[in-house]
C-alpha cells in the first residue's frame, strides 16, 4: 500500500512562488513514476509534470520555463517548484504515482495512488 501526502499550497500573488511537496510511504519502491495534476473548479483535470525513475521530466506547456519537478530519493519526496505563477495557475494540486507512465497520452489521469489535495490560489 502507498500513501501519499501533499503539502505547500497556499495564496500567492500574481508573479510569485510556491513549492509543493508530496511524501510518499508504504511500498515506495514501484513508483517508477511521480508527478502532479491540477483541477480548477468547472474544468477538467490536466497533467502538470511528471518525473520518471530515470529522471526524465515531461510538463505541460502552459508551465513549461516556470515549473520545476526534482525529487529527493532519500526523503521519498517529489517537489514541484512553481515560479511566476499566475492567476490561471489556480486549482487544486494533486501528487499522483505509479509503477507506470500515468501521465501522458491515452493513460494520463489512471495513476493508482494519489494525495488528498493541496490548494494554490493565484490572485
Known amino acids: 500500500h502507498v500513501q501519499l501526502v501533499e503539502s505547500g499550497g497556499g495564496s500567492v500573488q500574481d508573479g510569485g512562488s510556491l513549492r509543493l511537496s508530496c511524501v510518499a510511504s508504504g511500498y515506495t519502491a514501484s513508483l517508477y513514476y511521480m508527478g502532479w495534476f491540477r483541477q480548477a473548479p468547472g474544468k477538467e483535470r490536466e497533467g502538470v509534470a511528471s518525473?520518471?525513475?530515470?529522471?526524465?521530466?515531461v510538463y505541460d506547456d502552459s508551465v513549461q520555463n516556470r515549473f520545476t519537478i526534482s525529487t529527493d530519493n532519500a526523503k521519498n519526496t517529489v517537489y514541484l517548484q512553481m515560479d511566476s505563477l499566475k492567476p490561471e495557475d489556480t486549482a487544486m494540486y494533486y501528487c499522483?504515482?505509479?509503477?507506470?507512465?500515468?501521465?501522458?497520452?491515452?493513460?494520463?489521469?489512471?495513476?493508482?495512488?494519489w494525495g488528498q489535495g493541496t490548494q494554490v490560489t493565484v490572485s
Open positions: 518525473l520518471s525513475e530515470i529522471g526524465q521530466t
Open positions: 499522483a504515482a505509479d509503477r507506470v507512465d500515468c501521465f501522458s497520452g491515452s493513460s494520463a489521469g489512471t495513476c493508482n495512488y
